[in-house]
């Protein structure tokens, strides 16, 4: 199937569809809304991207406070620079 991504002209084609269905990966054709969905190879796709409609966010919601914290550290601190980057990645897609 061919769909967009984030209603722009970008699209996309999806050769291998999967899905979680009782803790395992399970090839499906399609998901529905509030699935999981399991794309593999889209480079220019990142967390927070939405495929085909654009979804209905509830309005009003006010940003709250984490409720809990972690630390993160390498096991060993030659791979420091290493987790650096990885957590930098996702606080630019989240």
Avoid at 29 to 47: K, S
Avoid at 52 to 75: F, M, N, T
């Amino acid at each position: 199937d061919v769909v967009r991504i984030n209603d722009s002209e970008k699209f996309i084609k999806i050769k291998n569809l999967k899905t979680i269905n009782q803790g395992r990966e399970i090839n499906v054709d399609e998901v529905g809304a509030n699935d999981i969905a399991i794309v593999e190879d889209m480079d220019d796709f990142r967390i927070g991207n939405y495929l085909g409609a654009e979804p209905c966010l509830i309005q009003g919601l006010s940003h709250q406070h984490p409720a809990l914290k972690s630390s993160v550290r390498p096991d060993r601190p030659e791979e420091r620079s290493k987790v650096i980057s990885a957590l930098n990645t996702l606080w630019i897609e989240d």
